[in-house]
């Protein structure tokens, strides 16, 4: 019998798939669990008794005409199980119904596993006799309840099922996660109190949805039209969970950003198909990883891109497509002096009117750099010498004017530009230089006039 015992103990899944397979063909899924442990827990004891009285006593359980049931520990869990089933309001022929379909898929189990056709025999009969004697306990503890005991075990039961059903309803209503339930028609059931207040800032009370006398309750398409099309597609696929990021309207001036879940009912039966959607509002979170973006490529002085920024423009105009590609290379004269002699924040003050002017200059398409310390730079992707030329010159004009109502604190820059055709003439690396270089040759002049100049400044001011 050694056999039989390992073959329901590594069994145990095509024990539970073919029993459930028979109950839902049946129509018994219609007054069973929805859970998969539920059937797991109940093919196990139902083995595991099996499998105790075969190692009690090899010989087949027959019946004999003065058996005893009520003692006997073979029949014990059919009764226990039979009592549990009778609580909840499941009649006799329910339950002996669907231990037919129990009994079958062991029998199934023999039949597709043991060849031996007087081997299969004696295990057939064996669950046989087991069942049966279960059976008869159960139906028997069943005839001996009067009227009175089973209608006051209904009225307990249903008041710990209201309880219980109470309770879940509160639980599922203090839940601080926004979510709805839906049905296979995609019909709203029920909405927490959560969702009630983000979706439409609701100010009914917990509950409302799922005690709402609506004769019907709208599709999630009439509720929530804007995460519909997502719904679709993951209820035409097969997955167990589907996460998107979606933005929301609350009002004209309020949007949310929003992560929106859909997972499908955890629930074996097939009775109550249907999909959870929960919702987390990530406005805060996609503020602060925007802001956090911003200050990776930007510089918090001028607010212009910085040179992380710069790299990365630089690698994407490198293929060529972007020809010709000016670079013009910006240095500002005399911060050192500012700072010494007026203090940094004078300093910032002066790159800050700088990268504004320079802004100023350019087109969207230009890339404006602050790359560090008093140095900024342009990068000019479809730019001929022209181009170029006319964006300095506009560079000058612009401090002119500026100096021209700021006497006491003029700006004075030196510029170098050069243009190239990438993988043509030139490499990114040698635009960049030969700009450096002409940069470098201006300020040489441009250093000594500001030097004069601030010196000139420094004495009139008196300092």
């Avoid at 025999?121 to 009067?146: G, K, M, P």
Wanted: with cysteine.
């Amino acid at each position: 019998m050694q056999t039989l015992i390992d073959l329901i103990k590594d069994n145990q899944s095509f024990l539970l798939k073919r029993t459930l397979n028979y109950a839902k063909i049946y129509g018994y899924v219609k007054y069973t669990s929805t859970l998969e442990e539920a059937w797991v827990i109940s093919i196990s004891g139902l083995s595991d008794a099996l499998i105790n009285a075969v190692l009690t006593d090899p010989e087949i359980p027959e019946i004999e005409v003065d058996h005893d049931f009520s003692g006997n520990p073979i029949s014990s869990f059919g009764v226990i199980e039979a009592q549990k089933h009778r609580q909840r309001g499941v009649t006799l022929e329910m339950f002996l119904g669907l231990m037919k379909y129990y009994r079958q898929a062991y029998l199934d189990l023999i039949m597709e596993s043991i060849e031996e056709k007087e081997r299969q025999h004696v295990y057939l009969l064996w669950v046989n006799r087991y069942f049966d004697q279960n059976e008869i306990a159960f139906c028997s503890e069943w005839a001996d309840q009067s009227k009175d005991t089973l209608l006051s075990e209904l009225q307990s039961t249903n008041r710990s099922l209201t309880n219980e059903k109470n309770k879940y309803v509160t639980i599922f209503e203090s839940i601080p996660t926004p979510a709805i339930i839906l049905d296979t028609e995609n019909r709203c059931l029920n909405m927490n109190y959560a969702a009630q207040q983000m979706l439409k800032e609701s100010t009914q009370s917990p509950g409302s949805v799922y005690y709402s006398t609506l004769p019907k309750q709208p599709k999630i398409n009439e509720v929530l039209p804007w995460i519909y099309n997502e719904l679709l597609d993951f209820c035409k696929g097969d997955t167990l969970e589907l996460l998107v990021e979606k933005e929301f309207d609350i009002s004209p001036q309020r949007k949310r950003g929003l992560t929106v879940k859909f997972h499908r009912m955890l629930d074996v039966s097939d009775k109550f198909e249907g999909t959870v959607i929960l919702f987390d509002d990530i406005t805060e979170r996609k503020k602060i990883e925007e802001q956090l973006r911003h200050l990776s490529f930007h510089d918090m002085l001028t607010g212009l891109y910085n040179r992380n920024y710069l790299e990365n423009e630089i690698s994407r105009i490198s293929t060529g497509r972007f020809n010709p590609v000016g670079f013009i290379s910006i240095d500002v004269d005399g911060l050192k002096l500012v700072n010494d002699n007026f203090g940094h924040s004078e300093g910032d003050s002066l790159l800050f009117h700088v990268g504004q002017i320079i802004k100023t200059c350019f087109r969207e398409s230009d890339v404006v750099v602050r790359v560090g310390g008093d140095e900024f730079a342009v990068l000019m992707p479809l730019s001929d010498t022209e181009t170029v030329q006319r964006s300095c010159k506009r560079i000058h004009n612009k401090i002119k004017e500026y100096n021209s109502t700021n006497l006491s604190h003029p700006i004075s820059i030196s510029i170098g530009w050069s243009i190239g055709n990438l993988c043509i003439d030139k490499s990114m690396k040698e635009i960049i230089k030969e700009a450096d270089e002409h940069m470098y040759e201006d300020k040489q002049t441009n250093h000594q006039e500001y030097a004069v100049l601030f010196q000139n400044l420094l004495q009139k001011n008196g300092q």
